[in-house]
C-alpha cells in the first residue's frame, strides 16, 4: 500500500512568483486535505477536495487554490508569493470526508 | 472559536522516565480528538483517534486518554527514539474534515 507522496520536497522562490506542489493520495483514498505548517507552530489548515469539488475551506486569500484530479491525486498553487508563504507544505488523504488523516512528508517552501 | 491548547511546550526527560502530555481543548461538540507525531522537517504521523470520555487507546510505550475537557498523552519508560514533537488536534465545527492543530509539545528523550 502506497502512502501519501509530495513533491517538490524542498524548492526556493521570489516574492511575486507563482508555485504549483502536488500530492498523490494514499490507495483507495477519496478525501485530500492541504495544510500550511509555519516553523513551530499546528498545520494549519488550506482546503480539502472530495471527488473533484473543494469541499471546505480555512482562513486563506484566494490565491491559494488547488484541483482535485479523477485518480484523487491533487495540485496546490499560490499566486503571487508573499515572505510570509514561507513554510512547510503538507497534503493528507482519507478514506472519508470526516474519517483519520494521513500525512506527507510536506513541501518546504521557502521565498525570498 | 475551536481552539487547543498544549502543553508544555518543550519536555526533557531522561531515558525510563515516565510522564504526561496534556491538550486541552475548546469545541463544540467533540467529533473527536487526534493524536500525532511529528519529526523534524516530516509530515505528521497518525498515532490515535479518541472519540468519548474515558476511553484509552495504547500503542507500545505510549497511553492516550480522554476526558470532557482534555486528553493526555502518557509515555511510560520512554526511549530516545521517542523524541518527537507530539500534536493533538480537533475537528473544527464544520461539515468536512478541518483539523484544529495545537502547536505542540516537543519532546526530547536523553540516554
Known amino acids: 500500500e502506497t502512502g501519501v507522496t509530495q513533491s517538490p520536497t524542498h524548492l526556493i522562490k521570489t516574492r511575486g512568483q507563482q508555485v504549483t506542489l502536488r500530492c498523490s493520495s494514499q490507495?483507495?483514498?477519496?478525501?485530500v486535505s492541504w495544510y500550511q505548517q509555519a516553523l513551530g507552530q499546528g498545520p494549519q489548515f488550506i482546503f480539502q477536495?472530495?471527488?473533484?469539488?473543494?469541499?471546505g475551506r480555512g482562513n486563506f486569500p484566494p490565491r491559494f487554490s488547488g484541483l482535485q484530479f479523477p485518480n484523487y491525486s491533487s495540485e496546490l498553487n499560490v499566486n503571487a508569493l508573499e515572505l510570509d508563504d514561507s513554510a512547510l507544505y503538507l497534503c493528507?488523504?482519507?478514506?472519508?470526508?470526516?474519517?483519520?488523516?494521513?500525512f506527507g512528508e510536506g513541501s518546504r517552501l521557502t521565498v525570498l | 472559536e475551536d481552539q487547543v491548547t498544549q502543553s508544555p511546550e518543550a519536555l526533557r526527560l531522561q531515558e525510563g522516565e515516565s510522564s504526561s502530555l496534556n491538550c486541552s481543548y475548546t469545541?463544540?461538540?467533540?467529533?473527536?480528538l487526534f493524536w500525532y507525531r511529528q519529526d523534524p522537517g516530516k509530515g505528521p504521523e497518525f498515532l490515535f483517534t479518541?472519540?468519548?470520555a474515558g476511553e484509552e487507546k495504547e500503542k507500545e510505550r505510549l497511553k492516550a486518554t480522554l476526558t470532557k475537557k482534555e486528553s493526555f498523552l502518557h509515555i511510560t519508560a520512554p526511549k530516545p527514539e521517542d523524541s518527537a514533537t507530539y500534536l493533538c488536534?480537533?475537528?473544527?465545527?464544520?461539515?468536512?474534515?478541518?483539523?484544529?492543530f495545537g502547536t505542540g509539545t516537543r519532546l526530547l528523550v536523553s540516554p
Open positions: 493528507a488523504s482519507s478514506l472519508l470526508v470526516d474519517g483519520e488523516l494521513f
Open positions: 490507495s483507495g483514498h477519496n478525501t
Open positions: 477536495y472530495y471527488r473533484e469539488e473543494e469541499n
Open positions: 469545541v463544540s461538540g467533540l467529533r473527536g
Open positions: 479518541l472519540y468519548s
Open positions: 488536534a480537533v475537528p473544527g465545527n464544520t461539515g468536512f474534515q478541518k483539523l484544529v
